[in-house]
């Protein structure tokens, strides 16, 4: 290379991996025997590439791989023998580091320098209305939405990506776009790509008639073996006539047309799986399209229909899980062969929780075969599930957008998704009790000061907030305790019975389960002496309401399911449980969504009041179902 030549490559080499890849390689071999890009002394073109290079990340992490051995060498030699040049870096990496540790006391790091913000940001949200929206969907449209419309003050576009008709459904499009004002956010556009079917077809056509494309009627496990081995389609080098005609036969769902598929041609055998001539449209006649009905027979790819309809959409950055890293080279590829306006890409990494897994496949046989009650089920991650089971959109909200867009893949445990979530509701929980039926023990009271009659005395529903608002609490002379607290009791031992008072144990009659006991009341002892403290409920004076306390455990046995591994294998036999309880009567008012905490037991959603039913009671008859909320001190789900 020319000195000059090697200058020019000064602005260049700012750029990203795509766009340097090549001078990189350029430069490598100019350095093939040589010590120094010009002369045999540090000068001004090594020091200002040297400098360009350092000051790329993209660069810098390149070159540090090791796969440009003469570049590597160079550039290791410059850094070892002249640290004169580097004064200007170090000072930009300090204060870098300063930014991202400020930033990091208020949560995750967002300072990705997208390219091209000035010229406007425009990003999408484009899930596939083929299941309802998990966590992990839920971490994309919440960045895509942040990016969007807080930090660029852009365009949100919502586009449903609904090229399957065999998978997808109305039902889950109108969830989908219901979740998303659920979590507050607000996409600016709504549209589906296949409002675009017109278009991608013109596309598929015109990448048949420059040759980038191909009709292939290879069936499918010979075609799956020949990509894996990097093995040539006998049909690769059809002509382009031959081409047009098999895809009209698919377009019209013909005999032949179903034989074939269209496939792009990228290549054969590149080390990349993703870029060997993949898929970009197929037939489908067995299932009418919820939007389009059956006037189309072919259907675009979603490796296919992303691209072209991003570009033509006006989207700016594509925000996607690095779950599509691979397919990156693939969805460029597509941009400059059909000479489309360029998007940006940012891979982030998807959500994964222990115990959990996302595969919106195995979570529809999960509905699919009766293993839960539906997509909303408490024990699935859909965003429906866990607000199911009592998270709140604040603080689902809060605890993605504190996860940022790191590349670092990582398994969280459900711990501190639900801490978050405890810190929301635990100010604002009003507090009820509840007492389990089975076994409930009858509680004499007795005493100078035990009440002759039963009465009610209004009580705080929050002991910390007010305005939570109040509640009447009965108190009478015949209480109901739970078994367990009352197994632990030895007769003689003073008690606190909470929010009302200490209580000597007089006597318990024998037998297991224990039956009945009798305490003598004591206001005026103190309740900081006693070791054990107790809910209650008055057994006169209130009308006790039933309620049914739910609990739920891991869907699965293994902190991560492998590819290879069965489904079914690993799947717990029991998750749920549920016990009977008396709960105390201002719990009556309660209504679906609600969430409280009972008095030593947890904090609970409610599922459904006794003003929720429609006639479905049962011979149970109407009652409180109450689901229990994780607050991160056990992990569970």
């Given at each position: 290379?020319?000195?000059?030549?090697?200058?020019?490559?000064?602005?260049?080499?700012?750029?990203?991996?795509?766009?340097?890849?090549?001078?990189?390689?350029?430069?490598?071999?100019h350095l093939t025997l040589r010590t120094y890009l010009d002369g045999y002394s540090l000068g001004d073109v090594d020091t200002k590439i040297w400098q360009a290079l350092r000051g790329n990340r993209a660069a810098f992490s390149f070159i540090k791989r090791g796969s440009l051995a003469n570049l590597a060498r160079w550039f290791q030699f410059i850094e070892e023998s002249?640290?004169?040049?580097?004064e200007e870096i170090k000072a930009r990496d300090a204060a870098a580091k300063a930014?991202?540790?400020?930033?990091?006391?208020?949560g995750a790091s967002y300072a990705l320098a997208l390219q091209d913000t000035e010229k406007g940001v425009v990003t999408r949200f484009l899930p596939e209305p083929s299941g309802y929206l998990h966590i992990g969907h839920a971490k994309a449209a919440l960045l895509s939405d942040y990016f969007a419309h807080q930090a660029y003050k852009g365009t949100l576009r919502l586009?449903?990506?609904?090229?399957?008709?065999?998978?997808?459904?109305?039902?889950?499009?109108?969830?989908?776009?219901?979740?998303?004002?659920?979590?507050?956010?607000?996409?600016?556009?709504?549209?589906?790509?296949?409002?675009?079917?017109?278009?991608?077809?013109?596309?598929?056509?015109?990448?048949?008639?420059?040759?980038?494309?191909?009709a292939d009627d290879t069936d499918q496990e010979t075609m799956r073996d020949q990509r894996f081995n990097g093995i040539a389609s006998a049909r690769r080098d059809r002509t382009v006539e031959e081409n047009l005609r098999v895809f009209d036969e698919m377009k019209k769902g013909s005999e032949e047309g179903l034989k074939n598929c269209i496939r792009a041609k990228l290549s054969v055998d590149n080390p990349n799986k993703a870029l060997r001539d993949p898929v970009i449209y197929r037939c489908n006649v067995d299932t009418p399209h919820h939007r389009t009905g059956t006037k189309w027979k072919i259907y675009p790819t979603y490796d296919f229909a992303c691209p072209v309809v991003d570009s033509h959409e006006g989207v700016t950055h594509a925000l996607r899980s690095t779950e599509y890293t691979d397919r990156n080279p693939q969805y460029q590829w597509f941009i400059d062969t059909l000479k489309l306006r360029q998007v940006h890409m940012w891979d982030f990494a998807r959500m994964n929780f222990v115990r959990t897994f996302l595969s919106k496949?195995?979570?529809?046989?999960?509905?699919?075969?009766?293993?839960?009650?539906?997509?909303?089920?408490?024990?699935?991650?859909?965003?429906?599930?866990?607000?199911?089971?009592?998270?709140?959109?604040?603080?689902?909200?809060?605890?993605?957008?504190?996860?940022?867009?790191?590349?670092?893949?990582v398994t969280m445990d459900w711990t501190t998704f639900w801490a978050s979530n405890?810190?929301?509701?635990?100010?604002?929980?009003?507090?009820?009790?509840?007492?389990?039926?089975?076994?409930?023990?009858?509680?004499?009271?007795?005493?100078?000061?035990?009440?002759?009659?039963?009465?009610?005395?209004?009580?705080?529903?929050?002991?910390?907030?007010?305005?939570?608002?109040?509640?009447?609490?009965?108190f009478a002379s015949e209480l109901l305790l739970d078994q367990a607290d009352a197994k632990s009791f030895k007769e003689g031992e003073e008690i606190t019975l909470m929010a009302w008072g200490n209580a000597f144990v007089r006597s318990i009659t024998s037998g297991d389960p224990i039956p009945t006991l009798t305490a003598e009341l004591n206001l005026k002892g103190d309740v900081k002496t006693t070791e054990k403290k107790v809910t209650w409920l008055a057994a006169q004076g209130q009308t006790l309401v039933?309620?049914?306390?739910?609990?739920?455990?891991?869907?699965?046995?293994?902190?991560?399911?492998?590819?290879?591994?069965?489904?079914?294998?690993?799947?717990?036999?029991?998750?749920?449980?549920?016990?009977?309880?008396?709960?105390?009567?201002?719990?009556?008012?309660?209504?679906?969504?609600?969430?409280?905490?009972?008095?030593?037991?947890?904090?609970?959603?409610?599922?459904?009041?006794?003003?929720?039913?429609?006639?479905?009671?049962?011979?149970?008859?109407?009652?409180?179902?109450?689901?229990?909320?994780?607050?991160?001190?056990?992990g569970s789900k």
């Open positions: 290379m020319k000195v000059d030549e090697i200058k020019a490559l000064e602005p260049v080499l700012a750029g990203d991996f795509r766009t340097i890849e090549q001078p990189l390689q350029a430069l490598d071999k002249h640290p004169e040049i580097q930014k991202v540790a400020a930033a990091s006391k208020a586009r449903l990506d609904d090229t399957n008709p065999s998978k997808e459904k109305e039902e889950y499009q109108d969830a989908i776009i219901e979740d998303l004002a659920l979590m507050g956010i607000k996409p600016d556009t709504l549209t589906y790509t296949s409002d675009y079917f017109d278009y991608l077809y013109d596309m598929a056509i015109r990448m048949i008639k420059e040759g980038h494309a191909y496949r195995k979570l529809a046989k999960l509905v699919d075969t009766g293993k839960v009650w539906g997509w909303d089920d408490p024990r699935m991650p859909t965003i429906r599930g866990v607000r199911r089971r009592g998270m709140t959109i604040p603080a689902l909200r809060d605890f993605i957008i504190k996860q940022g867009p790191s590349r670092n893949i405890k810190k929301v509701i635990d100010p604002i929980a009003p507090r009820h009790t509840a007492i389990s039926q089975k076994d409930a023990v009858k509680v004499t009271i007795t005493g100078a000061e035990a009440p002759a009659q039963p009465f009610t005395s209004e009580k705080p529903k929050h002991p910390k907030n007010k305005d939570v608002g109040t509640k009447q609490v009965a039933p309620a049914e306390l739910w609990d739920f455990d891991y869907l699965i046995n293994k902190d991560v399911l492998e590819e290879d591994d069965v489904l079914e294998d690993c799947l717990n036999p029991v998750t749920e449980t549920m016990e009977d309880a008396w709960c105390d009567e201002a719990s009556a008012q309660l209504k679906k969504d609600d969430i409280i905490q009972l008095e030593r037991r947890g904090y609970y959603r409610v599922d459904k009041g006794l003003n929720d039913w429609n006639g479905e009671e049962g011979p149970k008859g109407k009652r409180l179902v109450l689901f229990s909320i994780p607050t991160g001190k056990t």
